[in-house]
C-alpha cells in the first residue's frame, strides 16, 4: 500500500500488485510442488484479477482505496483486461505498460533502447508490446535473470555498466528499463543528467502515471526528468 498526499489536492492511496504476491497467497493454500502446478494451470489474465480481488477481500478499508497500479503484463496491456478489473474491483487501473506508453509519449520519443532483468522470452514479449504500440525498439538487453530475487540483488553498476556500453546509440529518443524488481531510479536520475537522454524506470513510470492518473500532479525530485517535468 501507498500513500501520496498533495497539500490541497487529491490523495492517492494505491495498491501496488505483483505476480510475486499471488504466489505468497497461493503458497499458503498449499507446498511448493502443489504451488507451482496451480501457477501453471492459471492464465496470466485470471492471475492479475486472483491478486485484485485477494488484496480487496483482505483489506479493510478498501473503499478508501482509489488505484490499483498492476505489473506489467507486457501481452495483458489491453484496454478490455483494464475495464474488466476497473468492473469488477472499482477501482481506477494503471497497469507498467500504459505508464511506459504514457511516458515515452510525454517525451515524443520513438526509437528506444531497452534494459531489461529477463530472459530471452520475455525480452520477446517486451520488444512485441512496444512494436505494437508504435515504438522502434533499436536495441534491448535483457540481464537473463534466474528469478525475481536474483532481479533484485543486480547491482546497481552491473545496469550502468550494460545502458553505457549498450544502449547509449546515436539518434534514440529514451531508454526504458523493464522490471519492476529491478532498482534503477538513482541510477536513471544520475545517468539522464549526464547522458541527456530521458530514461524510464518502470517504477517511476508506474508510480507518476498512477498519480497523474487520479489527478496529483505533484513534482518529485530525484524520480527522473518524467517527474520534474511533467
Known sequence: MATISQPKARRLRCILCHPDLLQAALATQGGKAQLRQRLRNIPRASCAMALVRILATHLEDFQEFNM????????????????????????????????????????????????????????????KFFTEIGFEVVRIAGLKCGSATDIAHVPEAWCEKVIRENLVLPGIDAIVQCGTNLAMVPLADRLERELGIPIIAINVACLWFGMREAGIDAKLQGCTRLFREH
Open 68 to 127: 490499483a497500479i498492476l505489473d506489467p503484463h507486457w501481452h495483458l496491456a489491453k484496454q478490455p483486461f483494464k475495464a474488466e478489473l476497473t468492473e469488477r474491483t472499482g477501482l481506477n487501473i494503471a497497469t507498467g505498460a500504459e505508464a511506459c506508453k504514457a511516458s515515452l509519449e510525454k517525451f515524443g520519443a520513438k526509437r528506444i533502447t531497452i534494459i531489461t532483468p529477463y530472459q530471452e522470452i520475455g525480452d520477446k514479449n517486451v520488444v
